[in-house]
């Protein structure tokens, strides 16, 4: 795009061509200083070219979280969510995972992060009355294997779970051929499965959800601890691929994420105590994350008829739509549910 397309005084334009910046996306390369240096235009002058070529180049007028969150930006949310199949979990997420950017579930091992994202996968194929968008997943494992067990029974028990749909629609769908699964052994696999094997289901309609189990795995393996800058680029390459298939396609991808312990330093020493739990990938992935999620187990039993299961909790740590909030579930055979909340103690007792 030319320059004589900015809606600006002619002094601003004929500052940027004396600079020998001859192209309108050429100006978003430089910073704010750099360009009151090329151009000796004021701080003022700057910042009205660069609000100018931004809102050349924006396909949509920028939307803040306050307008997500009270609904007033339709064109952003269609409504559409993919359902957990449980009503508690739910309502904690307003209906489920949204149908475009990253949602990230991190917690510690045990914690209940695969069995959701396996639910998801059997949901993502109920109608849209139902919580879910009519077609299949695509789940990619980089770690452990698939848990091809695991699928099979709680498919074999979704009329179980799912009560709120009528049984004849259960049955009509064949809920294992719709699962498809890839193994990324390492980050050329996994990069060459998002950028061409992903976009080939979606344009068939074969899919509308993306699952990556785990997203730390490989980025932690591959590089040192010295490569920082090369893991991030990395990782910020496959983020942005990530977001380019969610917003073409409105597909919901959940990404799967470790975490690992943060010490506090006291007198010099890292002790245990006031220790924190914080997802894998630092500050470069977080940036990149829409929805971040925390799953935990907690200390002891709890039980449902003839069966028993570690108490969770699921708690949204940040989401432009979503007002921080938490809720608790088990593990059962049929799946995931939720529990009422633990009965708080009195302090006076």
């Avoid at 049929?334 to 529990?339: D, P, Y």
Wanted: with cysteine.
């Amino acid at each position: 795009m030319s320059l004589e397309q900015l809606e600006l005084n002619p002094r601003i334009i004929i500052a940027v061509k004396n600079a020998n910046i001859g192209a309108a996306g050429d100006i978003l390369k430089f910073s704010g200083p750099d360009l009151q240096r090329l151009t000796r235009l004021s701080v003022s002058d700057v910042h009205h070219l660069q609000t100018a070529v931004a809102a050349m180049f924006r396909k949509n007028p920028p939307v803040s979280a306050l307008q997500l969150y009270r609904g007033e930006c339709p064109e952003w949310d269609c409504g559409l969510r993919v359902s957990l199949g449980c009503p508690v979990l739910d309502g904690v997420l307003r209906g489920g995972l949204l149908p475009w950017g990253l949602t990230e579930l991190a917690g510690p091992s045990g914690a209940g992060k695969s069995q959701l994202a396996l639910q998801l996968c059997l949901s993502v194929q109920y109608p849209a009355q139902y919580g879910g968008l009519g077609s299949g997943a695509l789940y990619i494992c980089t770690e452990d294997s698939f848990p091809i067990r695991r699928l099979k029974q709680l498919q074999a028990e979704q009329p179980c779970l799912r009560r709120d749909v009528p049984p004849e629609v259960v049955s009509s769908i064949c809920f294992s051929d719709n699962i498809y699964v890839e193994h990324a052994a390492d980050l050329e696999a996994l990069m060459e499965c998002v950028s061409q094997r992903v976009p080939v289901l979606l344009a068939q309609g074969l899919i509308r959800l993306l699952v990556v189990d785990s997203v730390a795995a490989l980025f932690r393996s591959e590089f040192q601890a010295d490569q920082g800058l090369e893991r991030s680029r990395h990782l910020m390459a496959f983020a942005s691929a990530l977001h380019k298939l969610s917003s073409a396609y409105q597909l919901p991808i959940l990404c799967v994420n470790q975490v690992g312990w943060v010490r506090k330093l006291v007198n010099t020493f890292l002790l245990p105590v006031d220790s924190k739990v914080l997802p894998a990938l630092g500050m470069a992935w977080a940036n990149q994350v829409t929805v971040r999620l925390m799953v935990t187990r907690l200390p002891g039993v709890v039980s449902m008829e003839t069966q028993s299961s570690a108490p969770r909790r699921l708690e949204v740590v940040f989401a432009p739509h979503l007002a921080r909030d938490s809720c608790f579930f088990g593990v059962w055979r049929e799946g995931t549910r939720g529990l009422p909340p633990p009965p708080t103690q009195d302090a006076s007792s």
